[in-house]
């Protein structure tokens, strides 16, 4: 089972893949996170990659996949290649990593994309700014929808992130299958090809608030 996270630069990827983990690993279940190997290869150049050494940052990033997916039961994903792929095409309009990538990215189980609700923070030379979020944001889901891939918003601060994102995987019971394979059939939802953040926040305001009497 491999489920990955998306999303625009700030939006807690990173902690959101390391407590989902936790969370399963706490629940019995043989899980790991893969950490995003783009902030990895910046902190050793000293730099941002230029528009030629994407290709094989994308390429490294989905070998990780693998090798964790090979070794562990349940895998959680803190971005893919298809990330890579949105930002060679926001930094340098360059399109072509989309077609591998989306390829890959339909292999996976569940697509998480974590909202803008988050305050934008600084985090060395590998963030562009708050004013890239959006556009990054837009072209992500454009080219989920364009795949006709499903995937689910995340929203939330802290724990109430946490707690969203256990929700949009448990729904369709896809953990603890008994004995045998995984389910074969991806979950939709009725929401799949919605992509307005406030119709999804409302849904998710909706889902977490305690049960009326």
């Not at 941002?48 to 490294?60: D, G, R, S, W």
Request: glycine share 6%.
């Amino acid at each position: 089972m491999i489920i990955t996270l998306l999303g625009a630069e700030s939006t807690g990827k990173s902690v959101l893949a390391l407590a989902l983990a936790q969370h399963l690993q706490a629940q019995g279940e043989d899980a790991v996170a893969v950490d995003e190997y783009l902030r990895e290869w910046c902190a050793a150049q000293g730099r941002t990659p230029q528009q030629h050494e994407q290709a094989a940052i994308a390429a490294e990033q989905q070998r990780r996949i693998t090798i964790a997916a090979a070794q562990h039961r349940v895998v959680v994903a803190d971005t893919t290649a298809l990330m890579t792929a949105v930002y060679s095409e926001y930094v340098f309009g360059d399109r072509t990593l989309y077609p591998l990538a989306l390829a890959q990215q339909k292999a996976f189980d569940v697509t998480l994309v974590t909202g803008l609700d988050m305050p934008w923070q600084p985090d060395g030379i590998q963030r562009d700014g708050e004013h890239a979020r959006a556009p990054v944001d837009a072209l992500l889901r454009a080219a989920l929808q364009e795949a006709q891939l499903p995937y689910r918003t995340v929203y939330g601060l802290e724990d109430k992130r946490l707690q969203n994102a256990i929700h949009c995987i448990a729904a369709p019971a896809i953990f603890h299958w008994p004995g045998g394979p995984k389910p074969s059939q991806k979950w939709a939802w009725i929401c799949d090809k919605c992509s307005d953040p406030d119709c999804e926040h409302q849904l998710f305001s909706q889902l977490t608030q305690p049960a009326q009497p």
